[in-house]
C-alpha cells in the first residue's frame, strides 16, 4: 500500500491542571544550548545527499506550512494501519504495558506549555531491541525498551517525552518535508510503505534535533517530579557498553553519540534545574 508518510506524536487531553504543579515546577524560559555538540553533526540520509542545497530544495518542493498537525495525524494514522496490516511491527498484546504507557504519555502531555494540535496514540512493540520512535503522533515503545525502564520509571519518563518532543519541536514536519524530497528524487513514491518510512525516519534526526527532544522531554518530566537524571544514566550505560549498543542499533543509532548526549543533557540539567547528575546507577 502507498501510503504518503510520517510522523510526529501525540494527542493530549487530560484535566492536569496547571495549579496542580507547584509554582517552582512550573515550565520557565529554558535555555536550549547545543555547543556541546561537535561540528560534525550527522544529518540523514536525503540530507547527506543534497548537502547544503537540501535545504533549499526542500522549502521549494514542501513549504513546512501546508505540514499541519492534521496533515501529521493523517500521515500517522496512515503509517500505523499499514504497519500493523503488512506485519512490519508486531504489536504487544499486553494491556498493563499499554495501559501504563498511556498513563505515562498523558501525563507529560498535560504538562505541555504550548500543546500542538497533533492526536497522540502509544503502543508497545514485540520487539527484542531497544527502541523507541514515533511518527505523525504514533509513538512506539519495544518491550525491551520497557524492561529497560523497569524499576527506573523516570527513565520511561524521559523517552516517552523525547518522543513526544520530536513533534512538538517540528522534526516529524520537516522529515515529513524531506520525505516529499525524497519520493521527488529518488523516485519511491510507490515503496513508501511502513517499513520503507521506518528506515528512512531512523536515519533523519541528526543530533541537534536528539538533543533537542532530550531536553524537552527532561523539562516535561522534570515537571512531573521525575529523576531527570535518569536520562543521563541511560546514555552513560549505552556509551559504556558495546553490547547494549549493538541492540539499539535501530532508532538510537548515536554511538559515538551517546556519551557526548549523556554530557549535554547532564549540562541542560545543571543549567536549568541546578541539580547535578551522580555517577552512573
Ligand atoms: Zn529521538
Known amino acids: 500500500m502507498t501510503i504518503t508518510i510520517v510522523i510526529s506524536f501525540l494527542l493530549l487531553t487530560c484535566d492536569f491542571i496547571d495549579t496542580q504543579i507547584p509554582a517552582e515546577r512550573k515550565q520557565k524560559e529554558m535555555t536550549y544550548s547545543y555547543a556541546c555538540l561537535d561540528s560534525t553533526v550527522s544529518a540523514g540520509r536525503v540530507n547527506r545527499m543534497l548537502?547544503?542545497?537540501?535545504?533549499?530544495?526542500?522549502?521549494?518542493?514542501?513549504?513546512?506550512?501546508?505540514?499541519?498537525?492534521?496533515?501529521?495525524?493523517?500521515?500517522g494514522a496512515a503509517f500505523h494501519k499499514d504497519a500493523v496490516e503488512s506485519k512490519t511491527f508486531k504489536m504487544l498484546d499486553d494491556t498493563k504495558i499499554n495501559s501504563h504507557l498511556n498513563q505515562v504519555m498523558q501525563e507529560l502531555l498535560a504538562v505541555r506549555e504550548v500543546p500542538s494540535k497533533i492526536d497522540y496514540h502509544i503502543y508497545a512493540l514485540d520487539d527484542t531491541a531497544i527502541n523507541a520512535f514515533t511518527f505523525g503522533g504514533r509513538i512506539y515503545v519495544t518491550k525491551r525498551m520497557y524492561e529497560e525502564c523497569e524499576g527506573k520509571t523516570a527513565l520511561l519518563y524521559a523517552i516517552v517525552g523525547h518522543e513526544i518532543g520530536h513533534s512538538e519541536k517540528g522534526h516529524i514536519k520537516r522529515t515529513i518535508q524531506e520525505l516529499h524530497v525524497s519520493n521527488k528524487i529518488f523516485g519511491e513514491e510507490n515503496g513508501l510503505t511502513?517499513?520503507?518510512?521506518?528506515?528512512?525516519?531512523?536515519?533523519?534526526?541528526?543530533?541537534?534535533?536528539?538533543?533537542?527532544?532530550?531536553?524537552?522531554?527532561?523539562d516535561l518530566a522534570f515537571q512531573l517530579d521525575q529523576d531527570v537524571c535518569a536520562a543521563v544514566s541511560f546514555w552513560r550505560k549505552m556509551a559504556s557498553s558495546e553490547n547494549e549498543y549493538n541492540k539499539v542499533e535501530d532508532f538510537f543509532r548515536t554511538h559515538p553519540f551517546s556519551a557526548l548526549r549523556a554530557q549535554c543533557l547532564q549540562n541542560h540539567i545543571n543549567a536549568n534545574f541546578s541539580k547535578k547528575c551522580g555517577l552512573l546507577k
Not at 194 to 218: C, H, M, P, V
Open 194 to 218: 511502513a517499513f520503507s518510512i521506518k528506515r528512512i525516519l531512523t536515519g533523519s534526526f541528526n543530533q541537534k534535533n536528539e538533543l533537542e527532544a532530550d531536553y524537552y522531554g527532561t
Open 51 to 75: 548537502g547544503k542545497g537540501g535545504d533549499i530544495v526542500r522549502d521549494l518542493i514542501v513549504s513546512e506550512k501546508t505540514i499541519t498537525d492534521e496533515v501529521q495525524n493523517e500521515y
